[in-house]
């Protein structure tokens, strides 16, 4: 926090043994330079991903001082961007992702420890200022309205995946769900360990099909940020507003269309807002998939930016 307040250069910490493809950060930019301050954040963020490429990080001591460096110089280029509210300022707004990204990170490294039911209380607590823009914090708050009770929401790109872990662990929302990235599953191996004997998916899951037998213990849903949703081994997707659910006790009874909120996407299309571009994506995969979606953006207004709704 001294570091933070008084806006003193980080240092960054040394790379693990082994860690070739780490970062060499020689100098930390003037503190109050609010975009180079970002662009040291994501470099610590790639130097902590340099880590990652053959799995999990091994030296979580190494892991939490990179992450915990990032949010410092995250949350200097928020200060030194000054404060407009979230979605008036993309450089801002990229600062706030990426401190959400950060502890993401950092739920994920406890969860390698003491399991997926550890929460905020454990490897938080969460900062009172951790913010994403409007137009993610609305399809988080979608995404995770769209699944059945119970269920594991897989999320494919960093829009979706920041977007729910934040609606669902900053804000508190649907504390029924497990919000897992895709990539995160299929890249760690820890964490593939921890939550297939957590979620108790057997021989199956230590086999491969971990996602087949996630499907028979409880509904899962996958975000369309993905093309189509993955493999599951025999499983049934069935199309839902915004995801594809496959699973026990799912019912012919979705969400209806006219329950999802898109107030805050009107808003970043008219202000050309970057985050909007990937959140249009995602929605113009739902619109195709479920046509009834359009009478839900043209209530709000947006339906001339989903080329699936234009006629």
């Known amino acids: 926090m001294v570091a933070i307040v008084q806006g003193t250069a980080a240092s960054p910490p040394p790379a693990p043994a082994g860690d070739t493809g780490a970062l060499r950060i020689q100098r930390a930019p003037d503190s109050t330079d609010g975009r180079a301050q970002v662009a040291l954040g994501r470099a610590y963020l790639q130097r902590f991903d340099a880590a990652h490429a053959g799995g999990a990080v091994r030296d979580t001591l190494w892991a939490r001082r990179v992450l915990d460096t990032a949010n410092e110089v995250l949350t200097r280029a928020a200060l030194a961007l000054g404060s407009p509210p979230p979605g008036a300022s993309p450089t801002g707004d990229t600062a706030r992702v990426l401190r959400v990204r950060v502890w993401s990170e950092r739920a994920l490294l406890a969860w390698h420890r003491g399991g997926l039911a550890l929460g905020p209380n454990t490897w938080g607590p969460l900062p009172g200022d951790l913010r994403l823009s409007p137009v993610l914090e609305e399809l ?56 297939a004997a957590d979620l108790r998916l057997g021989r199956r899951a230590r086999a491969g099909g971990w996602l087949g037998a996630l499907v028979e213990r409880r509904p899962v849903c996958v975000s369309m940020a993905l093309d189509r949703p993955p493999d599951a081994q025999g499983a049934t997707w069935r199309t839902r507003p915004l995801v594809w659910v496959a699973g026990p006790q799912v019912t012919d009874d979705p969400v209806p269309p006219r329950d999802f909120v898109f107030a805050a996407l009107k808003v970043a299309v008219d202000n050309h807002d970057p985050w909007a571009q990937p959140v249009l994506e995602l929605y113009g995969r739902a619109a195709r998939a479920t046509a009834r979606l359009c009478e839900a953006f043209s209530t709000f207004g947006v339906s001339g930016a989903i080329e699936a709704c234009r006629h």
């Open 140 to 195: 988080g708050e979608n995404l995770l309205r769209a699944c059945p009770a119970g269920g594991a929401l897989l999320t494919a790109a960093d829009a979706d995946s920041y977007a729910a872990w934040y609606m669902r662990f900053v804000r508190g929302l649907r504390p029924d769900l497990l919000v897992i990235p895709l990539a995160v599953w299929r890249r760690d191996s820890l964490f593939r360990v921890r939550a």
